[in-house]
């Protein structure tokens, strides 16, 4: 059965249980670090990714956030804040920034459950699978522009192209 077919028995009202009966099908390390905090530990094939899932039945919405250690020359910040410019105009959902004090790179994005909606396996699938195929796809770009002779729209070339495979 296709993983992203797979459907749980039953489904809870607390996404954050549901999050972490993913995780453990998937085989990611993760820990529930508050209450209405889950952190999952992902390699990816450029990175490593420490993804953030917090609930706020506040206002019923589960936020991701994906980060990543980036630390850039000082001198090349203005090339990344362009090519994460570039990355973002492409970016269906979600988006990236970077956060200089802490050095790491961050795509956030969020689902709306208002109104009592309750939170499938599908939509966390879809959440995650976006967020590190993001990750991924931009990684490339972000490197050439800060430690590459690229310019940001030169860097952008490789995250739009879809190649197969890795060099």
């Known amino acids: ?12 009202d607390d996404p954050l249980d549901l999050v972490e009966k993913m995780a453990r099908r998937r085989g990611w390390e993760y820990a529930r670090s508050a209450e209405d905090q889950v952190t999952l530990l992902v390699e990816g094939a450029w990175r490593g990714y420490s993804i953030t899932l917090a609930w706020s039945s506040y206002d ?27 990355a973002n105009d492409s970016c269906w959902t979600g988006g990236f ?8 790179m961050a795509y956030r994005n969020a689902l709306i459950l208002s109104g ?16 590190i195929a ?15 002779n690229d ?5 952008m070339n490789v995250a739009m192209s879809n190649a197969l495979g890795r060099a």
């Open 97 to 104: 920034s970077f956060w200089k004090a802490q050095r790491l």
């Open 134 to 148: 993001s990750c991924e796809r931009y990684y490339p770009a972000y490197q050439l522009a800060c430690w590459g």
């Open 1 to 12: 059965m296709n993983e992203h077919n797979h459907r749980f028995d039953q489904i809870d």
């Open 151 to 155: 310019s940001p729209v030169s860097a």
């Open 116 to 131: 009592g909606s309750i939170v499938t396996d599908g939509q966390v699938d879809q959440l995650l699978d976006s967020a």
């Open 60 to 86: 019923e919405t589960l936020r991701l956030i994906c980060t990543f250690d980036m630390n850039p020359p000082e001198a090349k910040l203005g090339s990344l804040y362009e090519t994460l410019n570039l």
